[in-house]
């Protein structure tokens, strides 16, 4: 079965570097998601990507973060000088609606574990 | 935006027994999923399942979206079935993120 991949599994970082999660979603979706999830607290939606761009992003995705998709399988999430409140699981999602707002299941990747020091 | 209220919170249950989770959300849906995360901190799709009633081995779920609600039915629980099951949704003004509730976290003992 198809499923979304992420890499890596965890990362460490100094606070104040720059960091890149990868995702590869699943081979025929055309929408993709961040999400994350501080330890012990729910998931909360970061961003959405359709068509090269930004579909929806919540006040989470502030200046410090950006996506993009750099070929025709990588999508990935870049954040910039992290602070020790970013650490957290980071997922990735895909769906497969071909237009209009997306309505399918959304499939989620395993997470990257991010910790700032 | 809308909000998603899950219970109970924490639930405790003998290996064997039934179980019955709510979600309860604020506005009409266009997307509700049930998800279980394991103790590796995975999500696992279970349903999608916005309005009526499927079934996939010993869970099955229904939503309920005039009433704005939906139920995760767990039989026969097992030790397997531990972790944290959240339901998201997403509305139809902002439909391409979904909202998690903050879950419920389900404890089988054997």
């Known amino acids: 079965e198809p499923e979304v991949t992420q890499t890596p599994s965890h990362q460490v970082t100094q606070m104040g570097q720059e960091v890149i999660l990868r995702c590869v979603p699943i081979?025929?979706?055309?929408?993709f998601y961040w999400y994350r999830q501080i330890l012990g607290q729910k998931v909360e939606f970061l961003v959405s990507?359709?068509?090269?761009?930004?579909?929806?992003k919540s006040e989470i995705f502030d200046d410090q973060f950006s996506v993009e998709r750099p070929d025709g399988s990588n999508f990935t999430l870049k954040i910039r000088s992290t602070k020790l409140e970013d650490s957290a699981m980071y997922f990735c999602?895909?769906?497969?609606?071909?237009?209009?707002?997306?309505?399918?299941?959304?499939?989620f990747g395993p997470g990257t574990r991010l910790t700032v020091l | 935006g809308i909000q998603v209220e899950q219970s109970p919170p924490d639930l405790i249950l003998q290996e064997g027994a039934n179980s019955t989770l709510r979600c309860n959300f604020s506005?009409?849906?266009?997307?509700l999923q049930w998800f279980h995360q394991n103790p590796w901190g995975q999500l696992i799709n279970l349903f999608y399942?916005?309005?009526g009633t499927k079934q996939n081995g010993r869970l099955s779920a229904t939503t309920v979206a005039t009433e704005r609600y939906s139920l995760l039915y767990i039989s026969s629980s097992q030790t397997t079935d531990s972790g944290v099951y959240f339901c998201?949704?997403?509305?139809?003004?902002?439909?391409?993120?979904?909202?998690f509730g903050s879950g419920t976290r389900l404890s089988i003992r054997p």
């Open positions: 999602a895909s769906s497969d609606r071909l237009a209009g707002p997306p309505t399918d299941t959304q499939y």
């Open positions: 081979s025929n979706h055309l929408y």
């Open positions: 399942i916005p309005s």
């Open positions: 990507f359709y068509n090269n761009e930004i579909s929806e």
């Open positions: 506005d009409s849906v266009n997307n």
């Open positions: 998201a949704v997403s509305g139809y003004s902002s439909a391409s993120k979904i909202i």
